[in-house]
């Protein structure tokens, strides 16, 4: 399928003098649902917002949607929509009439308007609400009314940056179940920006890892993750803080058949294998064997923080450390 | 908020009326204060709704709603202008509202209608040029708290220092020389031949030249600003 956003050496240098964006290229196919992950300050926003023609680039060579960036903003934004992070909304106008407005801001009118507003109402599952001031809504209902707006004049591809930053998990899932039917069932290709994780891996089909205004890693999320080598066994010794101890579990762990790679975390070790049911019995008898005891030990897929850890030597953000997926 | 907005001038009125109602005995108010405030006070709607405006512009930047309307098929000339219109709009909304009741209060408005839709054209070109002045600070500070405290440091000596609440008469040497190149002056003097008769044409035209030049200075910069942000 042919792509709907091309970028080559994209560059965006702030009056400041920061390197916002140093250098990024990518492109994103027709009906595909990609994603942006980064931490804080990556360059998500920024790019997003170059894209969307909020923003000036400094250089490189961008086409969203068929149209050159430098000559043709205006009819880039008429074949967009866009979520920003802020949710603005009229909070003295009531959901329907919100939705009406940006509607009439788009050159809608009369019952094309009228139908398509009942029917983005729907979607978002804001029909009955739709009557009430938009102030009286909760977060989580607000975002949804922004999303419906960003959808009013049928855009070809929706761009969200961090549609779910801030939300409760409910509101979370609810946008996910949208943007998830959005392409599958419209065919409106998504381009969002997340530093969640589980956003990231759940949603997106293709990934591009951003960090300091770099690409570090493109991918579906799947290939991404292959790239850490198997599964992740993480064990927590008794006694692990001792060195000697480490590396002899870790000596011991490398000659069992099945082990990609052992490396050191805090107070135990980390074995990789690429299936790590087959391995587990014969990990904890060998270590058993020599003496050391497993304190803990928990087995996971590895996740995309893991890439991320990889490619950085860094984690994405701290809160998530402990959780692991399945 | 617009219902408070309409009714501060009210308030002055009232107030400045009956607290010094004993200025109707001093020579250059002519027999009666209120009819004399009158007029001070319709400019002064001019002065809050400016600064008003570069308000709105802020919030309307820093809550994403002016990037939501420049991703919309709305031209950009448009945002802008209706900006400006609708603070313009609530300028004349106010000074309506102030003429109708000060006429309920007992002023007589010799030039009559004629009058009273100069006075009216004078707030809303008087409004435009100073909202210039807000709207490019806001654009460029982002910060409300700018905008007021620009306002507050910039209108209140404007005003006092001004023929818009007392006659210069009144006024130290100095002051007469400050309020005499004062815009406010000018715009009141206006305002007020048209409520007490006798305005002449050398009034008006210098008024109209004087708001004419700070409108050109600020609407540019206003351009100025908007474009930035714009790009």
């Known amino acids: 399928m042919p792509n709907i956003i091309s970028v080559k050496d994209l560059v965006i240098v702030y009056a400041d003098g920061t390197r916002a964006v140093d250098g990024i290229s990518f492109d994103v196919r027709e009906k595909e649902f990609f994603g942006f992950l980064g931490p804080n300050g990556a360059g998500k926003s920024t790019t997003i917002k170059t894209l969307t023609t909020l923003l000036r680039k400094t250089s490189g060579k961008v086409s969203v949607a068929g149209f050159d960036l430098d000559k043709s903003p205006a009819e880039i934004r008429s074949a967009i929509g866009v979520l920003s992070q802020e949710t603005s909304l009229d909070v003295d106008l009531t959901g329907r009439e919100n939705l009406r407005l940006q509607g009439r801001l788009q050159q809608l009118h009369g019952k094309l308007l009228e139908d398509r507003v009942e029917e983005l109402l729907k979607m978002v599952q804001l029909d009955e609400v739709a009557g009430k001031p938009a102030g009286r809504y909760s977060g989580g209902m607000r975002k949804r009314l922004d999303l419906a707006s960003a959808l009013i004049h049928n855009p070809k591809l929706l761009f ?8 409760d998990t409910q509101s979370r899932a609810a946008i996910w179940e949208y943007l ?3 392409n599958k069932e419209e065919g409106i290709t998504i381009f969002l920006t997340t530093q969640y994780l589980e956003e990231a891996d759940r949603l997106c089909r293709e990934l591009s890892i951003i960090d300091h205004g770099k690409l570090i890693a493109k991918g579906s999320p799947a290939e991404l993750k ?3 080598g198997g599964d992740a066994i993480t064990m927590e010794l008794k006694g692990g803080d001792d060195p000697a101890m480490k590396s002899k579990a870790k000596e011991i762990i490398r000659t069992i058949q099945g082990i990609t790679k052992v490396v050191d975390s805090d107070g135990g070790v980390v074995a990789y294998a690429l299936d790590a049911s087959q391995v587990i019995a014969e990990v904890v008898t060998s270590l058993d064997r020599s003496g050391i005891r497993p304190g803990s030990l928990t087995i996971s897929s590895p996740t995309l923080d893991d890439v991320f850890l990889r490619q950085t030597g860094r984690r994405i953000r701290s809160e998530e450390l402990g959780r692991k997926e399945t | 908020m617009l219902a408070t907005n309409l009714l501060t001038p009210l308030l002055f009125l009232f107030l400045f009326s009956q607290l010094l109602q004993k200025l109707s005995v001093f020579p250059g108010i002519s027999g009666n204060y209120l009819t004399y405030l009158t007029p001070g006070i319709v ?7 400016a600064t008003l405006s570069g308000v709105s512009m802020v919030n309307d930047l820093n809550s994403g709603f002016l990037s939501k309307m420049l991703l919309t098929r709305v031209s950009r000339p448009a945002i802008l202008l209706g900006r400006l219109l609708t603070d313009v709009f609530v300028a004349l909304l106010q000074s309506i509202i102030t003429v109708v009741v000060a006429i309920g209060m007992g002023v007589t408005i010799v ?4 009058g009273v839709l100069l006075i009216l054209a004078t707030v809303a070109f008087f409004e435009l040029a100073l909202s210039g002045i807000f709207l490019a600070i806001g654009m460029r500070t982002r910060k409300t708290e700018t905008i007021s405290a620009i306002g507050g440091v910039l209108f209140f000596p404007l005003i006092f220092v001004s023929s818009a609440m007392f006659p210069t008469s009144f006024f130290p040497s100095w002051a007469q020389t400050i309020s005499a190149y004062n815009p406010v002056s000018y715009a009141s003097d206006v305002a007020r031949g048209l409520v007490q008769g006798g305005l002449t044409g050398g009034t008006l035209a210098s008024a109209y030249l004087m708001i004419g030049f700070i409108a050109l200075v600020t609407i540019s910069a206003t351009l100025y600003q908007f474009r930035k942000v714009i790009s």
């Open chain 1, 160 to 167: 969200l940056d961090e549609p779910t930053t801030g939300l």
């Open chain 1, 180 to 182: 998830e039917r959005l």
């Open chain 1, 226 to 228: 292959a790239t850490v």
């Open chain 2, 43 to 49: 400019i002064l709607n001019a002065m809050t709704s």
């Open chain 2, 111 to 114: 030039t009559g209608l004629p």
